[in-house]
Structure formats: C-alpha cells, structure tokens
C-alpha cells in the first residue's frame, strides 16, 4: 500500500505549495482513502499493525495521522510540545476509545502515539501479540519505539 503521503511536512499557514501533482490518480485511486477506511474497519491487531509500519517508515505528518482514525482534533499546548486527541473516534471494529499524539512544537514530529483501550478488550492473546511485535508491558500499558517515536497502547479502566 502506498503511504508516501503520510510522511510530507506540515505547511506552514499562508504557505503556497506550487508542487505539481497528478490529480487524477487521486480521484481514482485515493490511498489516504484507502488507509482510512482499512484503519477504521480493521480488527484492533491489523490497526497496531498497520501504526507500527507507519512509524517504521518515516515520520508521518501528524495531521494526515490523526485523520486516519477520526475527526475534531483538540490541542493542548505546552511549553516544549503539544498533545492532540481526536474529539470523535471513527474506528468501528477495534474498540480504540481515544488516541492521544504528543507533537514536539519545534521539530512538528511525532514524539509518542497513544492507542487507549478499554481494559476488558485486553484479551491474553492480545497481550501475546502486542510482546511479539516488541512492545514492554509498563502497568496497564505497552510501549514500542518505532522510527523517531514512541507507540503506546493504554487499557483504561
């Protein structure tokens, strides 16, 4: 699957992209589309799945991310870093109740990716799938380094 567009640079506002592209294999063949819609109808191991080759790859752009999994972006800026969670999850299949993205405010890369779960959809062959893919147990959550950052899945109570 082409995901080559995850990983363009946010612009910045009042930025005028003079950048030539072929529109047509847009209308015809969407990826951003097509990743969107295998995110939000996939089994919750293909999501993880599919997160961590996302970051293996490169460091996607933050926006095109967070689309991936819903709509209405919410910011809380610090000092060093920004946290973004999505008012409204779009994922039908995989039980993710909330995403949260820690974004450095100078860099604009994607620090750490948190997937949260409700605690009763942590099944025990989850758990053994979420190790095997590399990720540590710390409490109720696992985390992976993939790329430049971090990826977390939280069970909450």
């Known amino acids: 699957m082409n995901r080559d567009f995850l990983y363009e640079k946010p612009r910045a506002i009042g930025f005028i992209d003079d950048t030539v592209e072929d529109n047509d294999s847009w209308f015809q063949d969407n990826p ?4 969107q819609d295998k995110i939000q ?4 191991v293909e999501t993880v799945n599919e997160v961590v080759a996302i970051f293996e790859e490169g460091a996607p752009n933050y926006r095109l991310v967070f689309g ?3 709509s209405g972006l919410v910011a809380e800026s610090g000092e060093s870093k920004t946290i973004h969670r999505l008012k ?3 994922c039908i299949n995989n039980n993710i109740t909330n995403s949260e ?3 450095n405010n100078d860099s604009i890369l994607i620090e750490k990716f948190c997937l949260c779960l409700s605690m009763n959809d942590i099944t025990p062959s989850f758990t053994v799938f979420v190790e095997e893919l590399g990720f540590c147990q710390k409490d109720n959550s696992w985390e992976r380094k993939a790329g430049s950052s971090i990826i977390c899945i939280v069970a909450l109570q």
């Open 101 to 103: 993205m820690h974004v």
């Open 32 to 35: 951003w589309s097509i990743l």
């Open 68 to 70: 991936l999994f819903g």
């Open 88 to 90: 409204i999850m779009e």
């Open 41 to 44: 109808n996939s089994t919750l």
